[in-house]
């Protein structure tokens, strides 16, 4: 076996005469300019003609269009066989021509002995993979967060992991974009937090090797340039576990370029390290300003429609369950800065009124900005929760606000995600899946019980000490 890291969330793996490439994110930005790479991708052009891709979910720095645009059509495309989902569709749109979902649990062979093995994790549609070859066992977390459930089966199944691949650093806007009215509201996140969520993972695994994985990403965009200081690199988790150190786990800093083989050991390609967040971020700022400055241009000019966000919102309230509506006292309202001045349009959970105001209203849970340009995409798109994962709004939280809002975000999640249309329930497709995942269910329900008793801090927990 051999495997080789290509850039942030993507490796290619080689065994039995065969290539497998996962999450090939290797072209441009995402995120509507937000996200880049740091360091840049280290591939050629032969990795378009691998045998086998799997995509560990759909956020568009896994599941990256203009990169998998580029791959021979005859690729078989390997996803996750979740409850509901259009990947597969989506893959098909795109010219593949050999589509297979992976059901949670089995495995596929692809060559002899180079299986590979889907685990689908969380209610937003999340996996891990598991590959195996000539005796090696890679675990690629990448950001997924498995519940109790799934990790004791994971560790069952997998009793010696050689390498695992998890991330490390903040990849969603909580608590760098968010304010509060009432600070003790804030769900304590800490740089800690994501460090100690890694040494969590690997302590349950025992890996041989623990590689810093999903996190190679900077923020140009002037929006979000602030959002560089929150970033942990891999040389700061790895100073973390030295002196939090897992037994038996040694923690391996691989850069883009770098690589592992059965025959030769490592392959360290240290020049690729960034050790400079800040010099990198404004080496390639420099190298990018054209296409940064036409993209403010076009956002600067950008407008949204209200009937655009009202069409969004109306079908996301529509498809609530209505006896669930009254204990959903939620109202978001944002903060719509175009034509010369903001504008305030706001959304009430429980009343399922959605409307304009003159003013900013006084009973908000939370009150959100965000670029008429960014949110135009997003609600066009139904991809309005990857706003959350671009950093690319600004939130401020009123007095005992938090939790409302976080639970919003999820339904939101749900819709975009197609979990709350009725006949995507009835399938036996949504029912064998939740059956097969009945212990990540329980677990789910297990925390919902304990945020009610101990509020949101609860959740924080589950990600550093899932057992």
């Not at 990198?280 to 950008?302: F, G, K, M, N, T």
Request: charged share 25%; glycine share 4%; aromatic share 12%.
């Amino acid at each position: 076996m051999r495997f080789d890291i290509v850039s942030h969330a993507c490796m290619s793996v080689e065994a039995a005469g065969k290539r497998l490439v996962i999450d090939p994110w290797l072209i441009g930005s995402v995120y509507w300019g937000a996200w880049w790479h740091c360091p840049q991708p280290v591939y050629d052009d032969s990795i378009f003609d691998a045998d086998y891709l799997y995509v560990t979910h759909w956020h568009f720095d896994h599941m990256h269009r203009e990169s998998l645009r580029h791959f021979n059509k005859r690729c078989h495309i390997l996803v996750p066989k979740f409850p509901v989902s259009i990947m597969a569709e989506q893959f098909r749109k795109l010219g593949f021509l050999h589509i297979t979902e992976l059901p949670h649990g089995e495995s596929l062979e692809m060559g002899d002995g180079f299986r590979i093995t889907s685990y689908q994790i969380t209610y937003q549609d999340d996996s891990v993979c598991f590959v195996e070859a000539d005796g090696v066992v890679l675990a690629d977390i990448n950001d997924a967060k498995p519940m109790p459930g799934t990790w004791k089966q994971l560790r069952e199944t997998y009793p010696a992991v050689d390498f695992m691949f998890r991330s490390h650093s903040p990849a969603w806007s909580y608590p760098s974009a968010y304010r509060f009215d009432e600070p003790a509201d804030a769900i304590p996140v800490t740089r800690e937090t994501y460090m100690e969520a890694f040494r969590s993972a690997a302590s349950i695994l025992t890996p041989a090797f623990a590689v810093p994985f999903a996190s190679s990403v900077c923020h140009p965009h002037r929006e979000v340039l602030f959002e560089n200081a929150e970033m942990i690199s891999a040389f700061e988790l790895r100073d973390y576990l030295a002196g939090n150190p897992v037994d038996q786990t040694d923690v391996r800093i691989m850069p883009p370029g770098s690589s592992w083989s059965d025959d030769t050991g490592f392959d360290i390609r240290t020049e690729n390290a960034v050790r400079d967040m800040d010099a990198y971020v404004a080496q390639h700022s420099d190298e990018i300003r054209p296409w940064l400055e036409e993209l403010y241009a076009v956002e600067d000019d950008a407008e949204l429609k209200f009937e655009t966000f009202e069409t969004f919102f109306r079908g996301f309230l529509r498809s609530l369950v209505l006896p669930a509506r009254p204990f959903l006292k939620i109202k978001f309202v944002f903060v719509v800065d175009q034509e010369h001045a903001p504008q305030y349009w706001s959304v009430s959970f429980r009343s399922g009124r959605i409307e304009r105001h003159a003013e900013e209203p006084t009973d908000a849970t939370s009150v959100i900005a965000v670029s008429p340009a960014v949110l135009d995409d997003a609600l066009r798109n139904f991809i309005f929760t990857n706003i959350d994962i671009s950093k690319r709004w600004k939130v401020q939280v009123r007095r005992g606000g938090l939790t409302k809002h976080l639970v919003a975000c999820v339904l939101i999640a749900l819709y975009e995600a197609g979990y709350l249309h009725i006949r995507n329930l009835l399938r036996w497709r949504f029912v064998s899946g939740i059956v097969a995942r009945r212990s990540e269910v329980l677990d789910y329900l297990k925390l919902c019980v304990a945020i009610l008793r101990r509020g949101p801090n609860a959740a924080a927990d589950a990600v550093t000490d899932p057992l």
